[in-house]
């Protein structure tokens, strides 16, 4: 997991002792009621005031916004990891799966091989699994890819927050935060490129997976064909508006040691499969850069 961490404090309020006014009116108004949010963890509200105190080009309020703005756009980013799967057990989940499909696929070729009915019906069933779990793994990290990315927009302008502000005003903070910034953003950078590895990798199995599962089909007398096989060569799972998408929740399961569970047309044809081999089974599978340190205190 990323570690996130700017060592957050704020270039504050620039006249810490004045009452806030309701209405923001002038760059410095407008500064301390979006230090005010970020303080209280309103990063959208944040945001918009510092930008507005930015808007104005006053030279004294432009580098403490932008540093603040940082900050603001960095907790965004942290945010949106919140979001979505982390990028590690994604990964870990999309090479499962294929390691699991790759089991199938090896399966399918012994099946094909021998031409024996009950082999190839128990091949395709289990290849039915697979693809499910092929297509939950693939689910999961197009997440994670969403979320990742929609971080790496936000740090990458935190990043160039804390650059400006240092432009407009020598500060050893905002040198060193847009440093830390950067090295989670490499770090984040690897993990986008991980995942981006990881739904090739998916896509490609389960074009492999279905291009032989296709074959067995083509090998089943119909009387022998399992429940649901008729039509299913392009077949597109839909969406379940009232549950877990399938394999989701069995992919959970198997990851927390509990048995995939198949439909009873399913569980039916797979233990007629196995009545003559009952000993077989096919194996079913299964970043720290700190943070931006406390900004100064405008005495002004």
Same mark, same amino acid.
Request: hydrophobic share 35%.
């Given at each position: ?71 603001? @756009?960095?907790?965004? *980013? ?63 990290? @197009? ?43 490499? @770090? ?28 067995? @089909? ?24 009232? *549950? ?23 569980? *039916? ?32």
């Amino acid at each position: 997991m990323l570690g996130l961490g700017l060592a957050l404090g704020l270039a504050l309020r620039v006249f810490a002792e004045a009452p806030a006014p309701a209405t923001p009116r002038t760059p410095r108004e407008f500064f301390n009621a979006g230090t005010r949010q970020l303080e209280d963890g309103k990063l959208k509200q944040a945001e918009a005031l510092l930008e507005a105190a930015l808007a104005a080009q006053r030279e004294s309020v432009q580098p403490p916004a932008l540093y603040n703005l940082g900050h603001v @756009r960095f907790a965004q *980013g942290a945010e949106e990891l919140q979001k979505g799967p982390a990028a590690k057990p994604a990964a870990g989940r999309a090479r499962a799966g294929a390691q699991a499909a790759d089991a199938v696929i090896q399966s399918a070729d012994a099946a094909l091989a021998s031409r024996e009915v009950r082999q190839l019906v128990a091949s395709y069933l289990q290849g039915r699994g697979a693809r499910r779990e092929l297509r939950a793994a693939a689910k999961i990290v @197009r997440q994670a890819l969403e979320t990742h990315r929609a971080a790496l927009q936000r740090w990458q302008r935190a990043s160039g927050d804390f650059k400006s502000s240092l432009e407009l005003r020598s500060s050893e903070d905002a040198r060193q935060n847009a440093e830390i910034v950067d090295r989670n953003i490499a @770090r984040l950078v690897d993990s986008i490129r991980e995942l981006q590895a990881a739904a090739s990798a998916l896509a490609e199995k389960e074009q492999e997976l279905g291009e032989k599962m296709k074959e067995m @089909r083509g090998n089943i007398p119909d009387q022998d064909m399992p429940p649901g096989a008729a039509g299913e060569e392009d077949e597109e799972e839909q969406e379940q508006p009232n *549950g877990p998408e399938p394999g989701m929740e069995e992919g959970r399961r198997r990851s927390e040691g509990e048995e995939m569970t198949l439909s009873p047309e399913e569980a *039916g044809w797979l233990l007629e499969s196995y009545k003559l081999d009952s000993d077989r089974r096919l194996p079913m599978g299964e970043p720290e850069a700190g943070k931006p340190r406390s900004p100064d205190r405008p005495t002004w």
